[in-house]
DNA sequence: GCTTGTGAATCTCTTCACAGCG
DNA sequence: CGCTGTGAAGAGATTCACAAGC
């Protein structure tokens, strides 16, 4: 749901400007902000059970607290890294700092030189260890950066060992049980379709 | 729209069978080949004015042809690549081989040092040449790859200099003139929603 | 005047369901 | 039959518009 997405980029603006005075902000900013209307925000967070104050706007440091709530795991999420090409090993330094609740805790490729290496924190595994280390460390998120020829079978084992969300780099079309949500990001299409928007488009404007 | 997303897949799919018996596909086929249904796909191809033949399905290699008359350039589109941090320099390969119509002709980093090499067959400038590179090489699509802070200035630049599709990588929120189309990539909101989504699930589905 | 909260209207996208055809 | 093409219905998401409160 789009909800939950406008959700992530209500909070890293708010995370901004946490601190700062005033303490709070109303829905016409924080749309501004974040490339949506009031009315949308405002809904966004009645759907959370989030209450504002009249003439005063949201709380901001109890908004942050709100959206926390709703959306992340209370004790973060450990999140594994399946194919160390190179957009993989690109996204690793994404999550070795910055984020508070996702955090990379394995790797795993096929190419068994890879591991024991610790790249950026994490610790990369065979690909042979996958359901072991993903059921040790009770791991239920995944980022699919292999080759599309490997995705669905990477998927598959991911999903056998309990993974329930995977976040696929992979040009491939991943059939999973509806229990597992899967989100293709696939940059090919995306430019296709951008280059088509592009192109009907006038030259200035 | 998503539909163009769809006749992306679409084809992907029908390059991969082209050639082979039998030269047409069902709806059905398609639908189930791409994750869709087969009255999304017979909408879809209605849409963009393609017939197929009751009982036979849809020319293979016709599709195709339709497809790209809809999707494509004649002539290909030029493509700029703008931060050749980690992220960038894993995505150079992507197009290098792979795109007949979409290739990255120029990238640019405001590291000097980069400047003037080739990778992937690619010719690096500074940052400074943006605008000339841009409108030499009539370039109209860009892929963003700057860390977040620069984001903004960077798709004005782009902007000014002739572009009219971003696909954006940078976690920023980039507003244009509506004329210009901006996708943004945010991984960390996708690992968010995924998250979100994969603690909802049951345990065995 | 300014806000928020929200029912109702609207817009967009998807699916249904069936006529028409081979 | 089993298929396509499509009007009509349905589902979801967004926006409107206004009551209520400061």
Redesign the pocket.
């Known amino acids: ?3 939950i997405e ?1 959700l992530s980029v209500y909070r890293r603006f708010l995370r901004e400007i946490a601190g700062q005075e005033p303490s709070s ?4 900013e ?1 749309a501004e902000k974040t490339g ?8 966004d ?2 759907e959370i059970g ?9 709380g901001i440091s109890e908004l942050i607290a709100a959206i926390g709530d709703y959306l992340d795991s209370p004790d973060g999420d450990p999140v594994a890294l399946v194919g160390l090409g190179n957009l993989g090993r690109a996204l690793l330094p994404f999550f070795a700092d910055h984020h508070p609740k996702l955090k990379i805790v394995a790797a795993f490729d096929s190419d068994p030189r890879k591991a024991g290496r610790v790249i950026c924190g994490c610790r990369c595994y065979p690909a042979a260890e996958l359901e072991e280390v993903i059921r040790r460390e009770k791991i239920r998120v995944a980022i699919l950066t292999v080759p599309a020829a490997a995705a669905r079978k990477a998927a598959e084992r991911l999903t056998a060992a309990g993974v329930r969300g995977i976040l696929n780099f992979a040009p491939a079309l991943i059939r999973l049980p509806k229990a597992v949500t899967v989100e293709t990001m696939d940059i090919t299409i995306a430019l296709e379709k951008i280059a088509f928007f592009a192109r009907r488009s006038p030259d200035e404007g």
């Open positions: 749901m789009k909800r406008r902000v109303y829905s016409h924080l949506t209307t009031p009315a949308q925000v405002r809904r967070l009645m989030f209450a504002g104050h009249t003439k005063k706007g949201y």
